[in-house]
């Protein structure tokens, strides 16, 4: 009996293990990209690396910045017939993604830019059902659902979410850096978003220096960032963007 209980165990772990890997698995690449002044189209490449089909719907949502919350407000590309050219449009929305393969989306933004906007694009990984846009045929459908992980019940399908930063057709960059012993403040005073990349603080520690893995934050119109040495003798490296200028 002792040696029964760890086979089935064993079996049953490789049982799920083998339907976890039939699922699919996409990557978006960055989490976060800039429309940069003069640019209105972006294109992202979205990988699946699963080993089914993915069917991934995208949807954008516009980010309202709020003093104490933000809001975000799904957005409708198309309304009576027409394309809604004041806000972000993507497309396609539908995407089907072979296994170990990859399709393109393109971000295009034809609206005013008077001011910075903030969007969050979602792409989820579903089930495809009749007339929801995948324009699969009834028997394509109910091919797909009778695969194994389907019929097992058993789908693990992971979506993302990416931040696009719409910057204004004028952006005025006015960063102002502020530095005592311990803490250096980054302040924006401008109208567009900056980035600080590569951000890296290292602590002398007797005669060895250790690192923080690098990181980077994005600072809004505004808004300021505090970096803290730790200690008077730490170390911050990093790199400030504004805009195409570093």
């Not at 693990?156 to 850096?177: C, H, I, K, W």
């Amino acid at each position: 009996m002792k040696k029964i209980i760890p086979l089935l165990f064993f079996l049953t772990s490789c049982f799920f293990s083998s339907l976890v890997m039939a699922s699919p698995a996409i990557n978006i690449g960055s989490m976060y990209d800039m429309l940069m002044p003069g640019e209105n189209t972006l294109t992202k490449r979205i990988y699946n690396s699963g080993s089914s089909t993915a069917f991934v719907r995208v949807d954008i949502l516009e980010i309202t910045l709020g003093v104490k919350k933000n809001t975000e407000t799904p957005i409708v590309q198309v309304k009576d017939n027409k394309v809604n050219k004041e806000t972000l449009i993507v497309t396609p929305q539908r995407l089907i993604i072979p296994p170990s393969g990859f399709q393109y989306v393109r971000l295009i933004f034809p609206g005013k830019r008077d001011k910075e906007r903030y969007y969050r694009v979602r792409f989820t990984p579903v089930l495809p059902k009749s007339n929801d846009g995948f324009n699969l045929t009834d028997k394509e459908l109910k091919d797909y659902k009778s695969t194994q992980e389907i019929k097992a019940g058993v789908n693990v399908m992971t979506g993302y979410g990416s931040a696009l930063f719409v910057l204004p057709e004028n952006p005025r960059f006015d960063t102002q850096v502020i530095k005592d012993k311990q803490l250096i403040t980054v302040k924006n005073n401008g109208n567009a978003t900056v980035l600080l990349d590569k951000i890296r603080i290292c602590l002398q520690e007797k005669e060895q220096k250790k690192c923080e893995e690098e990181r980077r934050t994005f600072i809004l119109p505004g808004k300021s960032y505090q970096l803290d040495k730790k200690t008077a003798e730490g170390e911050i490296n990093y790199t400030l963007i504004e805009g195409k200028s570093t």
